[in-house]
């Protein structure tokens, strides 16, 4: 876990090939910010709290804005794959808590891509064709799993494709709404109503808890660390600092 040698570059020289530019860092990070949790859990957030959604995710923002920073941070001073196991062991050198934390990642990545693939096979898929959830989802990871094995370059340049059908569908909705108002076919007044039965509080938190999943991702973003070129000269402290401004930026399309 100790740091590798440092190139004349000022780069960790690393085995993995550097393909990532700055423009497809920033692409990377800015799908990340808008993948399918956007889609997937906006609804949930929505039943928990009630009209007022934009409370949980201001909550979830602070929260992801800290974390984003903090991660600019270490990565452009460890510019390693690894993550938060390599900043937890740079700080404690402790084995077993460097052993915890990478289990925990790891376990939280699981988590999200069957989250995500069971979502992509029930709500969307569905739309096209009923199959079981379970065997279209299976097959879904299998697809994703394939693409990051031939390789870096192709699995982002496959992602910014992915990220511009997320910007534009988020447009729409977007676009949707903007004439749904000006036609008088909205409440305003819902943006403060929230879940009957529900204590403020508990709703926000709650609401907070689901949105916070959205927004996350920082760890994806410095694990190409020793993929990206010039790592240590801002590269992908950049990317995270775009992260936390598209954090800012993206609540509010929610509404």
């Known amino acids: 876990m100790e740091a590798s ?72 001073k460890y510019p390693q794959a690894g993550g938060a196991a390599v900043y937890a062991h740079r700080a404690f050198r402790t084995p077993f808590l460097t052993f915890m934390i990478a289990f925990a990642v790891m376990a939280s990545g699981i988590t999200s891509a069957a989250t995500l693939s069971r979502a992509f096979a029930g709500d969307y898929f569905a739309e096209f064709a009923d199959l079981p959830i379970v065997p279209v989802a299976f097959v879904f990871i299998i697809v994703v799993a394939l693409v990051n094995f031939r390789g870096i370059s192709e699995s982002v340049k496959l992602n910014m ?78 990317g995270c600092c775009w992260r936390a401004s598209s954090t800012c930026w993206s609540p509010s399309r929610r509404r």
């Open 5 to 76: 040698a440092t190139a004349a570059d000022g780069a960790h020289e690393t085995p993995l090939n550097r393909a990532i530019s700055q423009k497809m860092l920033l692409v990377f990070v800015l799908g990340d910010v808008l993948g399918a949790g956007i889609y997937a859990l906006v609804g949930e957030v929505a039943g928990a709290v009630g009209g007022a959604i934009w409370t949980a995710f201001l909550a979830a923002l602070v929260l992801a804005v800290f974390t984003a920073f903090a991660y600019a941070e270490l990565v452009t």
């Open 161 to 238: 494709g992915l990220t511009l059908v997320e910007v534009i569908g988020l447009a729409l909705i977007v676009l949707i709404g903007i004439v749904a108002l000006l036609n008088g076919e909205g409440e305003p007044g819902r943006n403060l109503e929230f879940t009957p039965g529900t204590g403020v509080p508990l709703a926000i938190l709650g609401g907070a808890a689901l949105s916070f999943y959205a927004l996350i991702g920082f760890e994806d973003s410095v694990n190409v660390a020793e993929e990206t070129r010039e790592p240590s000269r801002g590269r992908c402290s950049e």
